[in-house]
């Protein structure tokens, strides 16, 4: 069997999902090579019957022959001139409306070639050798694809190339796939949502007949294409969490991050609290083979060499259905190390430890706060700590959550408004705090508290053996003789 050719992608694509409190830099053009492709996308075309060989113009087909040699002339936009003085007060800026800017760019575009839909599957005749065809397509979102030149009649030997264009009519090649004779051409990968050109040459042909489309799929993740070690989706210095899918079963997502000063780094995979963690297999590469990490398990490097890169990716665990909608959340990053901790009660007379073992006491808040770093001490801005309380123990766990989001100083804090109660718990006991002893009584609850990092599970305060700080939820308090 012929190798399938790939295409250069031609533009980046920028993330768009949330990575720590960062966002995430463009990655770098990516080339993919015939060794590193995959089926794009499995699924059969709908037929969309037969179409009259278009012609072009010399004009045309000079175009487009110079931009497949490289000899493109870009021809860029002139800017607008603005007389319209700018409020530096930000909160007063008005951004454009996305949606109208995009209507008003495919209003003023024009393509080059007749527009035909996307995942069907057309069929020429009467091509003759020399022929030069083109059409257009556009893709409405990012998505993964494959460009297709099929069925070619006995004796016929058709190439096939894909342009980018980028709404002025300067056109970009992003590959060409011209395997000898009749055998089939395709292009694979990852494009960003634009307008594209079929261009299909005759390189033998007489009276000949073939079929051609694109098969599109728009179920993809912002990290694409990450398929290989080579594309790996860098992630920034940070403790990043980062949503992704796998589109297909032979889909597999490679991350890296690099701790440039030798920090630890951690990792993890979570579901979207679905249920469907069992549908993916997470895997670390420890420099000589790639090592599977368990479900509900987080993996550390507590130090590394300053500049290693760690790798990691995800698969399609084969033993389960894949559904292709499930996100999975990966954490990778600088693992996190929790400095200093707060977790405190308002103004009440607390109840003796020879009574109850109540850390924190409050009535009716709480106040907390926490500074979270790396292993060599540097401050984790953008995550995410969660101080979760359960005010009440009556049977399994009920906590509420709370969550505050870390600055550059990898501080963050919060208070929690605990309301009334009623108290399963009534106790009297002699404080003199005032300077003078009074006996008070005192109703509570029993409950406690925990902290975590939402994105990085196991650091923080309560684990597995001693889960919670106990707490004693103040109901009322006064005093008697």
């Not at 305060?461 to 106990?470: A, E, F, K, L, P």
């Amino acid at each position: 069997m012929k190798s399938k050719k790939a295409f250069m992608l031609g533009a980046a694509m920028a993330a768009s999902c949330f990575v720590s409190a960062f966002a995430l830099a463009e990655q770098a053009p990516l080339k993919l090579s015939a060794q590193t492709v995959k089926q794009a996308v499995d699924k059969a075309l709908k037929p969309g019957g037969t179409l009259e060989k278009n012609s072009l113009s010399d004009a045309l087909k000079q175009k487009l022959n110079a931009a497949k040699a490289g000899q493109t002339k870009v021809v860029k936009s002139k800017p607008v001139a603005s007389n319209v003085a700018v409020d530096t007060k930000l909160s007063e800026l008005q951004k454009p409306d996305p949606a109208q800017m995009k209507q008003a760019a495919i209003a003023e575009f024009t393509p080059l070639f007749p527009t035909l839909d996307i995942n069907t599957l057309y069929t020429l005749t009467g091509v003759e050798t020399g022929a030069q065809i083109a059409y257009h397509f556009n893709l409405p979102k990012n998505s993964r694809i494959q460009v297709q030149l099929l069925n070619q009649s006995a004796g016929t030997d058709m190439s096939l190339t894909l342009f980018h264009d980028d709404g002025q009519g300067n056109l970009t090649p992003l590959g060409t796939s011209d395997n000898p004779g009749s055998a089939d051409e395709y292009l694979n990968g990852v494009l960003p949502a634009g307008d594209y050109y079929w261009f299909m040459v005759a390189n033998t042909a007489s009276n000949a007949q073939f079929s051609f489309g694109v098969a599109v799929d728009s179920n993809i993740d912002a990290y694409e294409p990450n398929d290989t070690e080579q594309t790996a989706f860098v992630l920034p210095d940070a403790l990043n969490q980062v949503a992704g899918n796998l589109d297909t079963v032979n889909d597999v997502d490679y991350f890296a991050f690099t701790s440039l000063r030798g920090q630890g780094v951690g990792m993890f995979l979570g579901d979207d609290e679905e249920g469907t963690r069992n549908q993916w297999i997470f895997e670390r590469f420890d420099g000589t083979k790639w090592v599977v990490i368990p479900p509900q398990t987080t993996s550390t490097y507590p130090s590394l060499t300053p500049g290693y890169t760690v790798k990691v990716r995800v698969r399609a665990n084969p033993d389960v259905a894949l559904n292709p909608q499930a996100q999975y959340k990966l954490t990778l990053g600088s693992a996190p190390r929790l400095n200093q901790h707060n977790v405190n009660g308002d103004n009440v007379v607390r109840i003796p430890s020879s009574i109850a073992q109540l850390a924190t006491q409050a009535a009716r808040s709480l106040s907390w706060s926490t500074q979270w770093s790396d292993s060599t001490g540097e401050p984790l801005r953008g995550v995410t700590p969660v101080l979760r309380v359960d005010k009440h123990f009556s049977g399994p766990y009920n906590f509420t959550n709370y969550e505050a989001r870390t600055g550059i100083t990898g501080a963050a804090s919060g208070n929690v408004d605990l309301g009334t109660c009623s108290g399963d718990y009534r106790v009297v006991y002699p404080d003199s705090g005032s300077g003078q002893t009074y006996n008070w009584e005192t109703w509570f609850n029993e409950g406690g508290w925990r902290l975590e990092l939402k994105e990085f599970p196991g650091v923080g305060v309560g684990g597995n053996i001693v889960q919670t700080v106990s707490m004693g939820h103040i109901c009322s308090q006064r005093i008697v003789r």
